[in-house]
């Protein structure tokens, strides 16, 4: 099973609304990370978790609150959003231990914030 | 300075037809990989290569091909005899050494391929 799911695929949100995107991945994988991808633009780097542990956040704001409950699952909890942050969030897995491996994306959530 | 530039924003193609797509990267990393990467309309990243700086061999695969050389700081995709289904987004990416889990990606070449 080579595959990296997302849910929801579409969500809006209210500024004050408080949410939460999943990812889940059934490779072995030890290493998650989610992007955020604006229209037209790279995926940017936001989170990265090695072995369930934090090891990398690129000073996301306050208001984006990342977890990984186990080694499968990562979960990313959105609450009072700006609508700047609206955009494909993308999960991604890859084996652990250096940055030479390839990562596996899933599909995306679109968020769309009010 | 890491970087990765892929100076062609969009390329625009008829079917059948072959297509490079240019990638330079920058890095002072003597140990690095590079990646390509294609977003289809969907949205869902699609790994579709990895290469090492110790291994300049080009290779191919079905349509596609890769040229890596270093004395250039180029890894450019060659994609023969296009087709429709070819039309993505591509992303070249490069991950240095000293750069832990992080990828850096170039801003990505459009490519659309007519019938």
């Known amino acids: 099973d080579t595959e990296v799911t997302q849910t929801p695929k579409h969500l809006v949100m209210g500024m004050t609304n408080k949410k939460s995107l999943k990812c889940e991945q059934h490779m072995g994988h030890r290493a998650m990370y989610w992007y955020k991808q604006k229209a037209k633009k790279p995926p940017e780097l936001m989170f990265v978790?090695?072995?369930?542990?934090?090891?990398i956040n690129e000073s996301v704001p306050s208001r984006f609150s990342p977890e990984c409950p186990n080694s499968s699952l990562l979960n990313l909890h959105l609450h009072a959003l700006q609508p700047e942050d609206s955009a494909l969030y993308l999960c991604?897995?890859?084996?652990?231990?250096?940055?030479?491996?390839?990562?596996?994306f899933g599909p995306g959530t679109r968020l769309t914030v009010l | 300075a890491q970087k990765v530039t892929q100076a062609q924003t969009e390329i625009s193609v008829v079917e059948k037809e072959d297509v490079t797509l240019d990638c330079v990267y920058e890095?002072?990393?003597?140990?690095?990989?590079l990646f390509w990467y294609k977003q289809p309309p969907s949205g869902e990243l699609v790994f579709l290569i990895r290469r090492n700086s110790f291994d300049e061999q080009n290779e191919i695969s079905g349509r596609y091909s890769w040229n890596f050389q270093k004395s250039t700081s180029s890894f450019n995709f060659t994609i023969t005899a296009s087709q429709v289904v070819d039309s993505a987004v591509y992303f070249c990416?490069?991950?240095?050494?000293?750069?832990?889990?992080?990828?850096?990606f170039g801003a990505g070449t459009r490519l659309f391929v007519k019938a």
């Open positions: 990416a490069l991950s240095p050494r000293t750069g832990g889990f992080k990828t850096i």
């Open positions: 991604a897995s890859s084996q652990a231990g250096s940055s030479y491996n390839e990562q596996f």
């Open positions: 978790y090695s072995y369930e542990k934090l090891s």
């Open positions: 890095t002072r990393d003597t140990t690095y990989y």
